[in-house]
C-alpha cells in the first residue's frame, strides 16, 4: 500500500515554544491530509482536515490559533503546535487518502511532551 | 452523521483461542467500514475493509470481519490468537463514496496470554 511519512517520531520541547511535525506521502499525490490527536488509551480526534493549497477545515473545540496546519503541496502538510504548554503533549498523527481509493494511510505518530 | 460503538475496550484472550471484537456503527447512508491495528507508540495499520459486495471480508494477519447491516455490525474475528496480536484495535466508518472523514470507535484492547 501507499506509503505516509511522519517526522519527528517524538518531540520533547520547552514550554512556550512552537513545534513542527511534517506529514509526507510518498508514493502518491494527497489532495486531503487529516491531522489527529490521540490521549493515552483513548481514540483518534480528528482535528482537522488539510487540502492543498487552501485553508484547513478544523473540528469543533480545536483552537486554529494554536494548531496551524499548511498543506502546500500535494505530498506535504505539516501541523505547527505554537507556544505549546503541558496540555498540548499528546501523541498527534496524520493521514492521507489516495485519490480514487477508499482507504486513508497514516503516519506513524509524533510523540509530543511539552515540559 | 456516522458513529461508531466499539463495545468492549478490553479483551484478554489465552493464546491460540479464538477471539471476537464488537463493533456497532450509525449511519443514514451506506458505509464504508474499517478495522485498523495500532501498536504502542505507532500509526495505523489497515487490517481489513468493507466497501460492498461479499459480507465476509478476509485481511491480514488471519483476522476476518462480517458487515451486518440489519444488525448494523461489523465484528471483528480471528479462529486462533498470538502473542503478536496483542494490539489496540480500531473500527472505523466513513460515509461511502465521496466521504472523507473517517469516523473512530473508542478502540478495544487485546491482550494475549499465554
Known amino acids: 500500500g501507499a506509503v505516509v511519512s511522519q517526522h519527528p517520531s517524538w518531540v520533547i520541547c520547552k514550554s512556550g515554544t512552537s513545534v513542527k511535525i511534517e506529514c509526507r506521502s510518498l508514493d502518491f499525490q494527497a489532495t486531503t491530509m487529516f491531522w489527529y490527536r490521540q490521549f493515552p488509551k483513548q481514540s483518534l480526534m480528528l482535528m482537522a482536515t488539510s487540502n492543498e493549497g487552501s485553508k484547513a477545515t478544523y473540528e469543533q473545540g480545536v483552537e486554529k490559533d494554536k494548531f496551524l496546519i499548511n498543506h502546500a503541496s500535494l505530498t506535504l502538510s505539516t501541523l505547527t503546535v505554537t507556544s505549546a504548554h503541558p496540555e498540548d503533549s499528546s501523541f498527534y498523527i496524520c493521514?492521507?487518502?489516495?485519490?480514487?481509493?477508499?482507504?486513508?494511510?497514516f503516519g506513524q505518530g509524533t510523540r509530543l511532551t511539552v515540559v | 452523521a456516522q458513529s461508531v460503538t466499539q463495545l468492549d475496550s478490553q479483551v484478554p484472550v489465552f493464546e491460540e483461542a479464538p477471539v471476537e471484537l464488537r463493533c456497532n456503527y450509525s449511519s443514514s447512508v451506506s458505509v464504508y467500514l474499517f478495522w485498523y491495528v495500532q501498536y504502542p507508540n505507532q500509526g495505523l495499520q489497515l487490517l481489513l475493509k468493507y466497501l460492498s459486495g461479499s459480507t465476509l471480508v478476509k485481511g491480514i494477519n488471519g483476522f476476518e470481519a462480517e458487515f451486518n447491516k440489519s444488525q448494523t455490525s461489523f465484528h471483528l474475528r480471528k479462529p486462533s490468537v498470538h502473542i503478536s496480536d496483542t494490539a489496540e484495535y480500531f473500527c472505523a466508518v466513513t460515509g461511502g463514496e465521496g466521504a472523507q472523514k473517517l469516523v473512530f470507535g473508542q478502540g478495544t484492547r487485546l491482550t494475549i496470554n499465554p
Open positions: 493521514s492521507a487518502r489516495s485519490p480514487g481509493t477508499s482507504e486513508a494511510f
